[in-house]
């Protein structure tokens, strides 16, 4: 069965960065896209962008667009969400999450990072 | 951007009633791609329905999926302890993907 398993809790300083890696396995990992969403304490889902393992073709949110890099490792299954210059509001779980094969559709979620950013 | 309006923001109902969530979409939502996902504090979101209407799978025929263009609701027939959770719609037709801001179904 699909299973994304993400790396553990992170806390940071403002202005630093961070990585969180996400491996999955169940699937073949180079057909489906890998999307990343977070979501602050409280508050609802938003999606930062993906990167489609096919064609290495990547997206971002204008939210993150000069802040968030989306990789992948296809040797090693695993997806990589980098986030740069942190700030305090960028304390979130963050998802990575494959989607359908078909469409964008987020069908299976990791089990979230929590990032804390505090000085 | 679509943005995506859902209502209410709190439903409050008891077990065995039926729940009417709304999620509205500030423009037409390509091909009906719009899905609703649960979410129980401290857990992921959990896929409940794709194409606006399509059950995923494993999810129970108590929940189902109407709606086209702008207008989109996710019924509960008949809500079970373990339904008490947050709802969320979202958009996956267009980039960037977006969602609804969340209804939260609690016991009453």
């Known amino acids: 069965q699909v299973q994304l398993v993400q790396s553990g809790a992170e806390v940071k300083k403002p202005g630093a960065s961070v990585k969180v890696s996400c491996k999955a396995s169940?699937?073949?990992?180079?057909?489906?896209?890998m999307h990343w969403v977070r979501q602050a304490p409280g508050q609802g889902l938003e999606w930062m962008g993906w990167?489609?393992?096919?064609?290495?073709?990547?997206k971002y949110s204008q939210n993150f667009q000069d802040r968030v890099t989306i990789s992948m490792d296809t040797s090693a299954s695993t997806a990589y969400m980098e986030l740069s210059s942190l700030r305090f509001e960028d304390t979130a779980v963050y998802y990575c999450?494959?989607?359908?094969?078909?469409?964008?559709?987020?069908?299976?979620w990791g089990q979230g990072t929590l990032v804390t950013v505090s000085s | 951007e679509i943005v995506l309006t859902q209502s209410p923001g709190t439903l409050s109902l008891s077990p065995g009633e039926r729940a009417t969530l709304s999620c509205r979409a500030s423009?037409?939502?390509?091909?009906?791609?719009l899905a609703w996902y649960q979410q129980k504090p401290g857990q992921a979101p959990r896929l409940l329905i794709y194409?606006?209407?399509s059950r995923a799978t494993g999810i129970p025929d108590r929940f189902s999926g109407s709606g086209s263009g702008t207008d989109f609701t996710l019924t509960i027939s008949r809500l079970e302890p373990e339904d008490f959770a947050v709802y969320y719609c979202?958009?996956?037709?267009?980039?960037?993907?977006?969602f609804g801001q969340g209804t939260k179904v609690e016991i009453k």
């Open positions: 999450v494959r989607d359908s094969g078909r469409d964008w559709l987020l069908e299976y």
């Open positions: 169940g699937y073949s990992f180079t057909k489906y896209a």
């Open positions: 990167f489609n393992a096919d064609n290495h073709n990547t």
């Open positions: 423009q037409s939502v390509s091909s009906s791609y």
């Open positions: 194409d606006a209407s």
């Open positions: 979202h958009q996956y037709g267009t980039s960037p993907l977006t």
